[in-house]
């Protein structure tokens, strides 16, 4: 009866899936911690966690009681109100980007018909709390670490929500669910390999992973905003950041790779809902994997050579995507012609992001200055 009443009320139905997804979310984030560390335990070298548990499968619990536990100490001349308040401010954004984020075509709290503008809308909203941090903990460490991290978020931000803003484009939609039905024969990445190839960077810069970990390095600013922070308030750093990292995984998967409908359409118009599942998994995971092999792969960027990056490369092809899309869907070409184009924009990104890396190997010579430039 209960259950009736509830799919009946659509404010009870969006507020009973909200609760499935917020028991969900913790268990993943301590499943994605262990499965990190041993993703780069393997890559170099190492066993990863092996103690608690078997092959240290419990070592994601065992941290959970250590963070609960641990006293959260706050720093006497700290901001009290702003230092509180900021993990709140990084998290809360974070549940409400879920609401818009379809995982089948029937497993969603909502679907959104501007689910796309709202996702992109809401997830902004983080940049505000890393500044709380930084500023709230009143030290040099912490707030050079929060004006980075602004910094750094405010830039890729663009060249991210351009990239998505093509594969709109081409869609003629903001619903994701009609994203994935437009995707039914052929992905996106097809269509949009140069859009695709911004979107990774990008989100890989939005989650502050390396080579884009500038505003928490250790070595450089000792952890960033989050360094006078301790116990449950830290744990709510973590737990942003694991969340945004799946739902970038999942948005990639939803826009570029097909969703629930490709490949398994190309046979069959009705996708069954094991099918749908495995699919978002297969996909999702594989970007995940992609997250984390580039932190365990790549060396820190200086601030200047990140920030040149994202103005001097990234955002000009993002507006020659657009530009390509808008020409496409002026003159009504066919889809197809979107393939060579964007692959040949996508070629001459990498190359030019090849010979930038390469640059910054030559050693300095007076009068030949590379720094501040990727071109």
Not at 58 to 74: F, N, P, S
Not at 106 to 134: C, E, H, P, Q, R
Not at 232 to 256: A, C, H, K, T
């Amino acid at each position: 009866m209960s259950l009736v009443l509830i799919s009946h009320n659509p404010w009870l139905e969006s507020l009973a899936r909200l609760a499935i997804i917020a028991l969900l979310v913790p268990v993943t984030v301590i499943i994605l911690t262990w499965v990190e560390r041993k993703v780069i335990g393997r890559l170099q070298m190492r066993l990863g966690p092996m103690r608690v548990g078997p092959y240290g499968t419990l070592q994601g619990v065992a941290d959970t009681i250590k963070l609960l536990t641990k006293e959260d100490v706050r720093p006497q001349t700290a901001d009290r109100w702003v230092f509180e308040l900021a993990p709140f401010v990084i998290v809360v954004p974070v549940f409400m980007a879920v609401v818009a984020i379809p995982f089948t075509a029937d497993l969603f709290i909502k679907n959104l018909t501007l689910g796309l503008f709202y996702f992109v809308a809401v997830s902004g909203l983080s940049i505000v709390g890393f500044v709380m941090a930084g500023w709230g903990s009143d030290n040099k460490y912490a707030l050079l670490g929060g004006v980075r991290a602004a910094a750094q978020l405010i830039s890729y931000e663009i060249p991210l929500v351009m990239a998505i803003l093509a594969v709109a484009m081409l869609s003629q939609s903001l619903n994701l669910a009609v994203i994935v039905a437009a995707q039914e024969d052929t992905p996106n990445i097809a269509y949009q390999s140069l859009a695709f190839i911004i979107f990774a960077i990008a989100g890989l810069a939005e989650l502050y992973r390396q080579p884009f970990d500038i505003p928490v390095a250790e070595s450089e600013v000792v952890g960033g905003p989050f360094v006078e922070y301790s116990g449950i308030r830290w744990s709510m750093f973590q737990l942003g950041e694991f969340v945004n990292l799946v739902l970038i995984s999942i948005l990639g998967s939803l826009i570029f790779l097909g969703g629930w409908q490709w490949p398994w359409s190309v046979f069959d118009a009705s996708v069954p809902v094991a099918a749908q599942v495995a699919m978002m998994a297969v996909k999702t995971g594989t970007f995940i994997f992609f997250f984390m092999w580039m932190r365990a792969s790549l060396p820190r960027l200086r601030i200047d050579q990140m920030m040149s990056f994202c103005w001097q490369l990234l955002l000009p092809f993002a507006f020659l995507q657009i530009i390509i899309n808008g020409l496409v869907l002026v003159y009504d070409w066919p889809n197809e012609i979107l393939i060579p184009l964007s692959g040949a924009a996508a070629a001459g990104a990498v190359y030019l992001t090849y010979r930038a890396a390469r640059a910054t190997g030559l050693r300095y010579q007076p009068g030949y200055q590379t720094a501040g430039s990727v071109l």
